[in-house]
């Protein structure tokens, strides 16, 4: 059972180079998140999907782009990256509301 | 903004000691969860407490919850050096299902 599932691990882009980061979940999930954790913050929310279908902006949405491509994957799109969007990009899911979210292991993006 | 705030931002603790972690908020919320995170790695979750609940257990950990305050509390008993690791809060709020992290505190357990 792989969980939540993102690809790639890292990346380099140079500014203005557009990139989708991928999230797939197995669990059949209905709700899942974009999180960008910058060093030594917390999560600060980029985009959410309550359901297929439905995606919703968070704290802090410019510069990026979602596609709830169907109930298993929610993907990420930077169309011209920034150096102030270097930082490690968390997907997480959840069954429903009051239920705990499951987070995959990050992708570490540099823009340079 | 991210609408709450945790602290101690660092706590550093021999191992055997009590730690305790304080999370406040300003949204209506449905539950409040603790997460952690090991260096570099992704979330783990640790336990949910509903906006009715007011105290939780699993295990060692013992989570607070007080909404008229805004604020919850988690408890971490006879700490170990294993649980060396930052400590997030996270609101479940209740316009929509947004997930929302606080800034976290790093907890240090010396051996």
């Known amino acids: 059972n792989a969980g939540v599932t993102q690809t790639p691990k890292f990346q380099v882009l140079k500014t203005g180079q557009s990139m989708t980061l991928q999230c797939a979940q197995d669990?059949?999930?209905?709700?899942m998140y974009w999180y960008r954790q910058d060093p030594g913050m917390g999560l600060r929310l980029i985009y959410y999907?309550?359901?297929?279908?439905?995606?919703d902006k968070g704290e802090v949405p410019n510069g990026y782009n979602v596609s709830r491509l169907n109930k298993r994957e929610f993907s990420l799109r930077l169309e011209s990256a920034a150096p102030s969007q270097t930082s490690v990009y968390f997907c997480?899911?959840?069954?429903?509301?009051?239920?705990?979210?499951?987070f995959g292991q990050g992708t570490r993006l540099t823009v340079v | 903004s991210q609408q709450g705030e945790e602290d101690p931002q660092a706590l550093s603790i021999q191992e055997g000691e009590n730690a305790t972690m304080n999370c406040s908020y300003k949204?209506?919320?449905?539950?409040l969860q603790w997460y952690r995170q090991n260096s570099g790695r992704g979330l783990v979750h640790l336990i949910l407490?509903?906006?009715?609940?007011r105290e939780k257990h699993s295990g060692r950990l013992r989570v607070t919850l007080d909404t008229s305050k805004k604020s919850s509390s988690l408890l971490i008993t006879a700490s170990r050096a294993a649980d060396t690791a930052s400590y997030f809060c996270?609101?479940?709020?209740?316009?929509?299902?947004?997930?929302?992290f606080g800034e976290g505190t790093q907890l240090t357990v010396n051996p």
């Open positions: 997480a899911s959840s069954p429903e509301a009051e239920r705990e979210a499951f």
């Open positions: 669990m059949n999930h209905n709700s």
């Open positions: 999907s309550a359901s297929e279908g439905t995606t």
């Open positions: 949204t209506s919320i449905n539950n």
């Open positions: 407490i509903r906006s009715n609940e």
């Open positions: 996270a609101r479940e709020e209740t316009s929509g299902s947004r997930l929302t």
